[in-house]
């Protein structure tokens, strides 16, 4: 620490870049400091350090850590601990970001993330800090205060584990127990969600995923057609709905809270924090949102399935182009989709092109088959389950159509689910469907591409450009990425981890493995030496967290450079 107070007393006064000096060790009573990157000057980008605590001071018991998902549990929970305390000592005079100290700040999920790392021999938390400066100078007694008297108080506060709430880190733990409990669950009864009594569905407002908690929230509560009880490891067996595999329809009037459960079943596919309200809503890992996205590029894929006879003769076994219509995207997320693994699509009848989802026996007469490229969904969704296990859960508030080929059907009444399955059979069988079946014997062939180097370029003009920007951006190389298409992309962390897997996979494309082995492989490599592998700096590695791999292959799809063979 001496050393540390040394140099910057020495630099005091100095232009920025002499704060360069101060990379590099130390080593204090508790911990040590690690100064892995110094901006170049007060607005840049902040500077990147870590302090590291040994666990003969930070003393926490291995069953904490040992298995996976207590790591990333209690690791999310030291990111939340330091995301608040730093709030107290962060800003103060100076340019730009002068006297920020900040960690990654987590959503409502826990996810796997770099911003903290519990092991055996230490806990380590990922700070981004602006070097103190007046202009561009040195204020090197403020940066003394801050990295010498600020940084171990928050150490000395924020990792002993006589400082933390032990109590509510074991609930913790329990919770995400119990959660692991209830997806194997799900693996083993080949079940794709569940929903306990009791959970809070809607959230507080568009812009914010808490819960909603005025007084006329209605908590979510299992018909009993529908209920099975899960044994979890901590606490009392839990009651809840189960969505099994098949087809799934969620009905309803307007405004009675389809899509709100829809939402919640997509968000389930990551763990929530307790009093989250989704807490035990969770759906399998492959579960996929399919949306229409109309204007997005799309490069040879095999969509013909749904699509053909396109005008002009347009390719629909290796359809590309550079702007969608509302149909051919919503095509393309499902067979985009199916190629990446997933095994089940949530549809919202909100963000779907209607001409993709029915075509109904007036349309059909007046319009011929031969008219039409479009293969409606309807005609595919049992053959696509049946074929290939795929299952679909689908919002309609609209079409009655859907009642012939669904296995399941849940009426939203008032925000209570009811099991209208026997019902709307029923009316099916009396109100005979008059429209022709379109979708022929089988699904089809999906698509199986190769992505070829040229298409992973990321240089731009001598040097690389790979940049996420908020939850929704990603600029790579000369192309910006949009992908609001992905609605299961939850945290900016993400975002950044889609970029430099972008990045990483322009190394490794090959013209020879398919997109699914390439993902296979970075995944088992991210698996045996931790997330940190996404950075391309030593040290403090940035601040990332794990998407799935299905949003990998999305942001890859929407490449706009994107090439396959
Ligand atoms: P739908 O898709 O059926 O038209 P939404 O899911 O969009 O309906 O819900 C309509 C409104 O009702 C939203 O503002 C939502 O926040 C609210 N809402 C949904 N579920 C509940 C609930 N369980 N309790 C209270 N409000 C709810
Ligand atoms: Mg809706």
Not at 318 to 332: C, L, M, N, P
Not at 463 to 468: I, L, S, T
Not at 547 to 558: F, Y
Request: glycine letters at 8%; aromatic letters at 6%.
């Amino acid at each position: 620490m001496d050393q540390l107070k040394t140099i910057l007393s020495r630099i005091d006064g100095r232009g920025y870049k002499a704060y360069k000096d101060i990379q590099g060790r130390y080593d204090f009573q508790r911990f040590r400091l690690f100064v892995d990157y110094v901006q170049g000057d007060p607005f840049a980008s902040p500077s990147r350090i870590r302090v590291q605590i040994p666990q003969s001071i930070a003393r926490y018991p291995e069953e904490w850590f040992k298995e996976p998902h207590r790591r990333v549990a209690l690791e999310d929970w030291i990111c939340r601990v330091w995301a608040q305390k730093t709030r107290r000592f962060s800003g103060g005079s100076g340019t730009g970001k002068s006297g920020l100290i900040a960690v990654d700040i987590p959503g409502q999920e826990i996810l796997s993330r770099t911003a903290v790392v519990v092991n055996r021999r230490f806990v380590e938390v990922r700070i981004t800090v602006g070097l103190p400066a007046r202009g561009r100078q040195v204020l090197g007694q403020k940066a003394i205060e801050m990295l010498c008297r600020h940084l171990p108080q928050l150490v000395e506060e924020g990792i002993p584990i006589q400082q933390l709430d032990t109590q509510a880190i074991e609930k913790r733990m329990c919770l995400v127990d119990n959660q692991q409990a209830i997806r194997k669950k799900l693996a083993k009864e080949g079940w794709i969600s569940f929903v306990a009594d009791g959970a809070i569905l809607p959230r507080e407002s568009g812009i914010s995923d808490r819960p909603l908690k005025t007084a006329s929230v209605v908590p979510f509560y299992a018909p009993e057609s529908m209920a099975t009880t899960i044994e979890v490891p901590h606490g009392k067996p839990l009651r809840g709905m189960v969505v099994s595999r098949g087809i799934t329809l969620i009905v309803g009037g307007g405004f009675h809270g389809k899509s709100t459960l829809l939402q919640a079943l997509e968000r389930g596919v990551y763990d929530h924090i307790a009093e989250d309200g989704r807490e035990y809503v969770l759906t399998i890992d492959t579960a996929l949102k399919v949306r229409s996205e109309d204007g997005r590029r799309v490069e040879k894929v095999n969509i013909s399935p749904f699509i053909n006879n396109l005008p002009f003769g347009k390719d629909t076994l290796r359809f590309s182009t550079e702007d969608a219509s509302g149909s051919t995207s919503q095509a393309t997320n499902i067979i985009e989709g199916i190629e990446a693994g997933a095994n089940a699509l949530l549809i919202d009848e909100d963000t779907s092109a209607t001409n993709f989802m029915i075509r109904d026996r007036r349309m059909q007469q007046l319009v011929a088959k031969g008219k039409e490229p479009i293969t409606p969904f309807i005609d595919k969704v049992r053959q696509l389950y049946e074929e290939k296990g795929i299952s679909s859960i689908l919002v309609l508030g609209g079409s009655g159509d859907y009642f012939d080929v669904a296995d399941s059907v849940m009426m939203m009444d008032e925000y209570q689910v009811v099991d209208v399955t026997d019902k709307a059979k029923r009316i099916a069988q009396e109100n005979v469907m008059e429209r022709v079946v379109e979708g022929g014997d089988s699904f089809g062939e999906g698509s199986k591409r190769i992505p070829l180097a040229k298409g992973f370029d990321p240089s731009k003009g001598r040097k690389e450009k790979v940049d996420a920007k908020g939850l929704k951006t990603i600029f790579f190389g000369n192309s910006s990425l949009d992908l609001s298409g992905l609605e299961q992309l939850v945290d900016p962390s993400q975002t950044r981890s889609l970029a430099e897997l972008l990045r990483m996979m322009s190394k490794r494309v090959d013209g020879e493995k398919n997109l699914v082995m390439l993902l296979d492989e970075l995944y088992k490599e991210i698996d045996e030496k931790g997330l940190d592998i996404l950075s391309p700096f030593q040290g403090h590695p940035g601040d990332f967290a794990l998407p799935r791999k299905l949003e990998v292959a999305g942001a890859i799809n929407r490449l706009r450079t994107l090439w396959v063979k």
